[in-house]
């Protein structure tokens, strides 16, 4: 059980709360003393979640004891929280085993079928560290020549971080997204794996070069973003409007990522130009 990281979520997910969003019944009137803080106050969700205000405030000052499965549930009944949140909170709560190297499973041969049959569509898989395992000779030709990258280098986070401003930025209202998704992943990568060092790693990287990922890593926002919206100047093909689309692959710490433009658009003809190059050998090696 990670009690400061318990008590640092429920805090920010009661913060995000409004209270003119829940019954009239759940909160206090605003005559009866005055909202000092954001959300709803601590009285109010332990009302919610049926637990004693005490300790519910212990839980949010990390000196309660390991809640119990029931009062998770109640307490994620009463903060409103997603199917994402509902497992992030279990395995902070140590409801839930940490994951381990064991459970680690290699690329799905299928899920490496499945890039090749992408064809045209620039597409490339990654792990729960973010670092790009797998690509098709589209998103090699839209992104970078994967295969000529370190290990290290690989990776959507480092990535983002030496090309971002120059080949991919985020399209008018759409900033931070990105950072926010990565905040959102290496977040919950890290409740799965709390011994895995490098996520935290990642974490200090991408906070020290985005306000937004360092907002979105404070919130505990651990929600996915399916699909961001993308904006590439590619030296061949010109300016590209993207959708890039984010799949989990059932039973893996892998995703699947495409990159595709909406029909008829003129980044939907820009993308039917590209030419994949060829996968470089060493893929299968990653």
Known sequence: MSRGELADFLRRRREALRPDQMPATAVHPPGRRARRTPGLRREEVAALAGVSTSYYERLEQARAPRPSPQVLAALSRALRLTVAEREHLARLAGQALPGTDADRTPVPAEARRLLDRLG???????????????????????????????????????????????????????????????????????????????????????????????????????????????????????????????????????????????????????????????????????
């Open 120 to 286: 045209p569509i620039p597409g490339y898989l990654v792990d729960e560290r973010q670092d790009i395992v797998a690509w098709n000779g589209a998103a090699a030709a839209l992104i970078t020549d994967f295969g000529l990258l370190s290990a290290e280098e690989r990776n959507t986070v480092r990535l983002s971080i030496r090309l971002g401003g120059t080949l991919c930025s985020a399209p008018a209202g759409a900033e931070g997204e990105f950072a926010r998704q990565s905040a959102a992943e290496l977040r919950a990568a890290g409740a799965r794996y709390p011994a895995e060092r490098v996520l935290g790693e990642l974490a200090n990287e991408f906070a020290a070069h985005s306000p937004d990922f360092a907002a979105g890593w404070r919130d505990h926002d651990v929600r996915p973003v399916p699909t961001l919206r993308k904006h590439l100047r590619h030296p061949e093909l010109g300016e590209l409007d993207l959708d890039c689309q984010t799949l989990l692959l059932p039973g893996t710490d892998v995703r699947l990522v495409i990159y595709t433009a909406e029909p008829g658009s003129p980044s939907a003809a820009a993308l039917a130009r590209l030419v994949p190059r060829p996968v470089h050998p060493d893929r299968d090696a990653l």
